[in-house]
């Protein structure tokens, strides 16, 4: 799972005790699912459980293997949206977005595009944010099915005001290189990956031509991974992959003032 934290107003002064909270706290993460069906009723409630953990305002989902399309009240006084899986009675993939006890009032549209990707609007005082959440095709697919995918997140991302402040959230299955010169703007120097998957790549082209920045490659942190291949390495070790990523317009990025990456 990926947190940051973002600034999300202007003119705030961090030593004025009597601003309110200025801040959002941002994550995404692949949960497996929250398919009651498949985990038990329980598994909202470890989310719930979560979100108050690291005190999330907005978390992009993936892997939510819940069919369909709605909104789902979490224990914790927060709100789940969420986008399924409408033509088949197959449950995986999934998308879905949390908004905290305190942010979910500022939502004001949400569109449920597909089980890969689904877009959401707040307003926040005078702040507009759209936010993309998006789970992509695992690495190993073939080029149609990739294409598909950023054929429609191109989509989901062209309806969105110009003006707002973009964040893109999920599963990218996609393996980020640590030589900035690649891709420079785009990515910085702090992946734990010498080079690129196709994934990877696919991701960076995307954020290059819709001009955003891919955070976690741009500040340092203690990287724990955010997923772990079922097999060993030839060493004997497992595998440890920083596949999930939190994406912002350039413009906007100064207002990210830290990122952590955990399993």
Known sequence: ???????????????????????????????????????????????????????????????TRLPGRGEKDLKNE??????????????????????????????????????RVMTARLSIENTNISVIVAYAPTNDKNDDEKGAFYYELSGAYETLPRD???????????????????????IGGESPHSSSNDNGIRLTDFCTLYDFVILDTLLPHKIKG??????????GSKTVNQIDH???????????LDLEVDR
């Open 226 to 235: 955010t997923w772990k291949w079922p097999g060993t390495s030839a060493s």
């Open 164 to 186: 707002d402040i973009k964040l893109l959230l999920g599963d990218f299955n996609a393996m980020i290189t640590s030589d900035a010169s690649t891709c420079n703007g785009t």
């Open 78 to 115: 927060g709100l789940l949206i969420y986008s399924g899986r409408t033509q088949d009675s197959n449950r995986y993939q999934g998308v879905g977005l949390s908004l905290s006890k305190s942010v979910k009032k500022y939502l004001k549209d949400q569109k449920y595009i597909s089980e």
């Open 1 to 63: 799972m990926s947190s940051g934290n973002s600034n999300g107003s202007s003119g705030h002064n961090p030593n004025d005790e009597t601003n309110t909270k200025q801040c959002l706290i941002v994550g995404t993460w692949n949960v497996r699912t929250l398919n009651r069906e498949e985990n038990g009723p329980s598994k909202l409630n470890i989310l719930s459980s979560v979100i108050d953990e690291y005190e999330l305002d907005l978390l992009g989902i993936t892997e």
């Open 246 to 256: 939190i994406c912002i317009s350039k413009k906007f990025k100064e207002l990210f």
